[in-house]
């Protein structure tokens, strides 16, 4: 997936680098859509190394060949014709910056909230928390 930069998280606990064991974490991944067909199944546990969506996206990914649908890697590809346009909206909307945002109908979602009303890639994740790849997100006609 182009230039996706890895990001290690270096907190381990003393007691983790004496022993060894490494940091990690355990998510059950819900799949829709096109992801679903392509990793072959609706929902999995995963485990993988360190505690940020970052980390968890690029464990994922390395097993399950699916970023390209998920992942946008240029504005263009994170919107779509007819989408309202951001001037003026009510209230405060946020959207991750590029590079770190969703194909145009795609989400994630952790926990059953979007990542971009979360802390975008830095979302912390605990073992058990919920990661949905929604692929497509809406569908219309």
Partial sequence: MGDRTTVTDERATAADRTTGVD???TVTVRCT???RTAVGEPELEFTFEGDRLREFLDAFFDEYDVADLVIAETEAEATTRGWAPVEGLPGSWRKNPEGEQTRAFARVAINGRFNEHLDGLAT????????????PFIFCC
Avoid: K, S
């Fill in 33 to 35: 859509g096109h992801v």
């Fill in 23 to 25: 940091d990690q974490t």
């Fill in 124 to 135: 912390e994740l605990q073992d058990g928390d919920r990661v949905a790849l929604m692929y």
